[in-house]
C-alpha cells in the first residue's frame, strides 16, 4: 500500500543578506539581462532573416541522400515519385518500322529482345528511379570483350558496317548510385556538356552498401535519363523537390497524431496529498505509488491501493489529423498537377467523374508522347542501335494505346442512351423538324458516310417493317452499335 512519509518542519531558519556591492552586481546583470532579452523578442518580430522557412524547420539545402531517404522511408513520397511513371506505362508501347504485314529485321532483333528482357519494365523502373534525384540511368552489358570504362567496341566506327554485340544484361541505376565523373568540354563536339564517363556502385548480389562495388563506366554502356529538365539536359529537378515541404509537413502531421495518441490515449494521473497530510508535513513516497501503478499498469491488477494521497486522472488531449493532413495532400496534388482523387489511389479515382478521367488520361497522354517517347524510348533504341545490339531501321514509330478507349460499362450505357434517343425521335416526329441525315450528323455526330449508310438502308426496309417516309427502328438500333 502506498503511503506517506511524515517529515517534521524545522523552526530554525537561516538568513543571508547581500552586501551594497553585490546588490549593485545583480542589479546591473538583471538589467543587461533584460535589455538582451528585449531585443532579441524584437529582433524575432522584426527581423527578416527568421522567416518561415526556419520556423518550420524546412532544410535550406537538399542533396540525392535527403531524396534517398525519404523515398525509401516514406511512401507518401513514394508515391509522389512513382504517380507519373505508372500511369504512363501501364499500357506498353508499339515499336515498328513499317505499317505492311512484312516483318522487319529491326522489328525482329526488336521483338525477341522484349522478350527476352521485358524491357518496357526496365523503362518503366528507369522512369521512376530517375524521379528520385536530378538524373538516372540504364546500364547495357553487351559482349563486346572490353573492359566497362573503355567505348562499346567498334561503336565509332563511321565506315563499313558497325560491329553486331549481343545484349546480355539491363540494370537500372538512380543518381545516388550512379555519378557523373567526367563531362565533354569541348563546344565543338556534338555532345558537349554531356557525361563521357560515369562512377557506378554495382551490387554483387547482397542488400548492404558495403555489397556494393564502385566501377568506372564508359558513357557508350550507359542511355542517361533525367526528367522535369530546366536549363539542363543533363540533370532535371527531382520530382520530391517542389513537394518536399509538404512532405514534411504531412510527416509532422502522421507521426504526431500517433505520438499524441501513444501519450494523450493514456494521459497519466496526478497524486496529491491530503491537505491533512499536508498540514503535518508529510511527503509523498512515491517508490511505493511506483509500485502500485506498475502492478496496475503492467498486470492484473485494477486497483490501487493509497493512504493519505488522491489519484486524479488527467483529461485526454486528443484531436482530429484528418483536416491538417488532408490539406498537405491537396497541395501536393496541385504541386505535382494531379488530380486528388488519382493522388490517393484508384478506388478513390473511381468516384471521379467522366469529364475528369479524360481530363487526366489527356495529361498522361501528352507525357507519354512529349517525354516517355523522345526522351527514354527512343534514346534507349538509338543506343541499342548505336552499339550494334539492334539492326539500324530506316525509320521507326512509337505508339501509345488510346487510353480513352471505352469500357463495356461505358459502351452500353451510351447505347442506351442513343437507343432512347432515337425512340423518342422516331415517336414524336421529330423527323418533320429535323430531317433524318441532319439529326444523325449534328445530333450524334455520326459521321456523314455512316448517316448515308443508315439512310440507304432505311430504303431497302421501309416498306417491310414501317409505312414509307418513316424511319425504321431496326436501323436505328444498328446506328447504336455504329
Given at each position: 500500500m502506498a503511503k506517506v512519509?511524515?517529515?517534521?518542519?524545522?523552526?530554525?531558519?537561516?538568513?543571508?543578506?547581500?552586501?551594497?556591492?553585490?546588490?549593485?552586481d545583480l542589479k546591473t546583470t538583471v538589467q543587461n539581462t533584460t535589455y538582451t532579452l528585449t531585443r532579441e523578442m524584437l529582433n524575432r518580430l522584426l527581423s527578416p532573416q527568421d522567416d518561415?522557412?526556419?520556423?518550420?524547420?524546412?532544410?535550406?539545402?537538399?542533396?540525392?541522400?535527403?531524396?534517398?531517404?525519404?523515398?525509401?522511408?516514406?511512401?507518401?513520397?513514394k508515391r509522389v515519385v512513382h504517380i507519373w511513371p505508372d500511369e504512363c506505362w501501364q499500357s506498353s508501347p508499339t515499336v515498328y518500322e513499317s505499317e505492311g504485314p512484312e516483318i522487319t529485321p529491326f522489328e525482329k532483333a526488336w521483338e525477341e529482345l522484349n522478350?527476352?528482357?521485358?524491357?518496357?519494365?526496365?523503362?518503366?523502373?528507369?522512369?521512376?528511379l530517375s524521379g528520385i534525384g536530378a538524373y538516372g540511368g540504364i546500364l547495357l552489358g553487351v559482349n563486346d570483350g572490353a573492359k566497362p570504362d573503355k567505348p562499346v567496341s567498334g561503336f565509332e566506327e563511321s565506315n563499313g558496317k558497325k560491329?553486331?554485340?549481343?545484349?546480355?544484361?539491363?540494370?537500372?541505376?538512380?543518381?545516388?548510385?550512379?555519378?557523373?565523373?567526367?563531362?565533354?568540354?569541348?563546344?565543338q563536339n556534338s555532345r558537349y556538356s554531356y557525361p563521357k564517363a560515369y562512377s557506378v556502385q554495382i551490387s554483387e548480389g547482397g542488400?548492404?552498401?558495403?555489397?556494393?562495388?564502385?566501377?568506372?563506366?564508359?558513357?557508350?554502356?550507359?542511355?542517361?535519363?533525367?526528367?522535369?529538365?530546366?536549363?539542363?539536359?543533363?540533370?532535371?529537378?527531382?520530382?520530391?523537390?517542389?513537394?518536399?515541404?509538404?512532405?514534411?509537413?504531412?510527416?509532422?502531421?502522421?507521426g504526431g497524431s500517433g505520438e499524441m495518441f501513444w501519450k494523450g490515449g493514456f494521459p497519466g494521473y496526478t497524486f496529491e496529498l491530503s491537505p491533512e497530510a499536508a498540514e503535518l508535513g508529510a511527503e509523498m513516497d512515491t517508490e511505493s505509488i511506483k509500485e502500485q501503478m506498475l502492478l496496475w499498469a503492467t498486470g492484473t491488477q485494477r486497483w490501487l491501493a493509497l493512504q493519505g494521497?488522491?489519484?486524479?486522472?488527467?483529461?485526454?488531449?486528443?484531436s482530429d489529423p484528418t483536416g491538417h493532413l488532408d490539406i498537405q495532400l491537396r497541395l501536393i496534388a496541385i504541386s505535382m498537377g494531379v488530380p486528388y482523387r488519382v493522388l490517393l489511389g484508384s478506388e478513390e479515382?473511381?468516384?471521379?467523374?467522366?469529364?475528369?478521367?479524360?481530363?487526366?488520361?489527356?495529361?498522361?497522354?501528352?507525357?507519354?508522347?512529349?517525354?516517355?517517347?523522345?526522351?527514354?524510348?527512343?534514346?534507349?533504341?538509338?543506343?541499342?542501335?548505336?552499339?550494334?545490339?539492334l539492326p539500324e531501321p530506316k525509320q521507326y514509330t512509337v505508339v501509345w494505346p488510346d487510353l480513352n478507349v471505352s469500357t463495356e460499362d461505358e459502351i452500353a450505357k451510351v447505347a442506351l442512351n442513343r437507343?432512347?434517343?432515337?425512340?423518342?425521335?422516331?415517336?414524336?416526329?421529330?423527323?418533320?423538324?429535323?430531317?433524318?441525315?441532319?439529326?444523325?450528323?449534328?445530333?450524334?455526330?455520326?459521321?456523314?458516310?455512316?448517316?448515308?449508310?443508315?439512310?440507304?438502308?432505311?430504303?431497302?426496309?421501309?416498306?417491310?417493317?414501317?409505312?414509307?417516309?418513316?424511319?425504321?427502328p431496326l436501323l436505328l438500333a444498328e446506328a447504336v452499335i455504329s
Open positions: 512519509k511524515v517529515k517534521r518542519k524545522t523552526t530554525a531558519n537561516k538568513k543571508s543578506y547581500l552586501t551594497a556591492n553585490q546588490f549593485k518561415i522557412e526556419k520556423a518550420c524547420n524546412y532544410p535550406s539545402t537538399l542533396t540525392i541522400n535527403d531524396y534517398r531517404n525519404i523515398y525509401n522511408r516514406y511512401g507518401l513520397a522478350t527476352k528482357f521485358s524491357l518496357f519494365t526496365y523503362l518503366h523502373r528507369a522512369d521512376v560491329k553486331e554485340h549481343e545484349l546480355i544484361y539491363v540494370q537500372v541505376y538512380d543518381e545516388s548510385l550512379l555519378k557523373i565523373e567526367d563531362i565533354e568540354k569541348n563546344m542488400l548492404k552498401a558495403g555489397d556494393r562495388v564502385e566501377q568506372r563506366v564508359h558513357w557508350s554502356r550507359i542511355v542517361h535519363l533525367a526528367d522535369n529538365r530546366e536549363s539542363s539536359e543533363i540533370v532535371g529537378v527531382s520530382r520530391l523537390q517542389m513537394v518536399y515541404n509538404y512532405l514534411s509537413d504531412a510527416k509532422k502531421v502522421a494521497v488522491t489519484a486524479k486522472s488527467l483529461d485526454p488531449q486528443l479515382g473511381k468516384l471521379a467523374s467522366t469529364q475528369d478521367k479524360r481530363t487526366w488520361n489527356s495529361r498522361v497522354t501528352r507525357r507519354q508522347n512529349n517525354y516517355c517517347t523522345p526522351m527514354i524510348i527512343r534514346p534507349f533504341i538509338d543506343h541499342l542501335i548505336m552499339i550494334g545490339c437507343t432512347d434517343s432515337f425512340s423518342k425521335y422516331v415517336a414524336g416526329g421529330v423527323d418533320v423538324l429535323v430531317p433524318p441525315r441532319k439529326y444523325f450528323t449534328e445530333v450524334h455526330k455520326m459521321s456523314e458516310e455512316v448517316a448515308d449508310a443508315i439512310l440507304k438502308e432505311q430504303e431497302k426496309y421501309e416498306t417491310i417493317f414501317e409505312p414509307e417516309g418513316e424511319i425504321c
